[in-house]
């Protein structure tokens, strides 16, 4: 958990941010800690489900990856397979796909980025059900401060996923042009109106991913 005068922060933030998603028709509820926010999750997905994953720390800190391994769920798991692009294409029609986000902006829009597409076109147009967790760290102004984010988190995301990019030497964005670049498609969804039920959110009162 944060420090206490940070966590006051995420708090506020959360509930607020909450309230604004909740009225542009993203379904989002309001936990405190992470293990809330696992709870709840596993409480939204039925058994017997197909589930696809968007690359998430969110996700992995809230270790729920193995409960679907272990049990009765058909997991798309693209971290235990010999074609993670494969993984990537038969997520797009699972029934549940789980992610993370890289950015929320005050007015309620979500911003993302992705290195090979899977995950923002996922969310876009994947699945029927698209549960997205996020903390509180991620809420930001606007639309130019979220991809401001992105790329100040993209550099970890490079180094945890082993890309040989120049940021990951200089831990900045120096905008390379590599097949290795982990910043090449840019997705923003504006609201949830268009499919009333498809999404859900778990925003958490607190920081978590990166
Ligand atoms: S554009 Fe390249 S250098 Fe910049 S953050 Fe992305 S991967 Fe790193």
């Known amino acids: 958990m944060s420090n206490p005068i940070k966590k006051w922060r995420y708090e506020a933030i959360g509930k607020s941010i909450t309230k604004t998603l909740n009225e542009k028709g993203f379904n989002a509820v309001y936990v405190d800690t992470v293990e809330e926010a696992r709870e709840l ?57 789980l992610t993370g986000t890289n950015a929320i902006t005050l007015n309620g829009e979500l911003v993302n980025m992705d290195c090979s597409g899977n995950r923002v076109a996922a969310m876009i147009f994947g699945p029927k059900h698209v549960i997205i967790v996020a903390g509180a ?22 180094k945890r996923n082993g890309h040989d990019t120049p940021c990951t030497l200089s831990g900045y964005c120096e905008d390379c042009r590599t097949r290795k670049r982990m910043c090449n498609y840019l997705g923003v969804i504006y609201d949830g109106w268009k499919e009333p039920d498809r999404f859900r959110m778990i925003i958490i009162g607190d920081e978590a991913g990166l």
């Open 41 to 97: 999750l596993l409480s939204m997905v039925p058994e017997g489900v197909s589930i696809g994953l968007g690359g998430s720390v969110t996700l992995n800190q809230l270790d729920v990856i193995d409960h679907f391994r272990k049990g009765n769920y058909d997991l798309i798991d693209r971290y235990q397979c010999e074609d993670h692009v494969q993984k990537y294409h038969e997520a797009l029609s699972a029934d549940y796909f």
């Open 137 to 158: 760290n991620k809420i930001v102004k606007n639309i130019d401060e979220a991809i401001a984010r992105i790329k100040t988190i993209a550099p970890l995301n490079s």
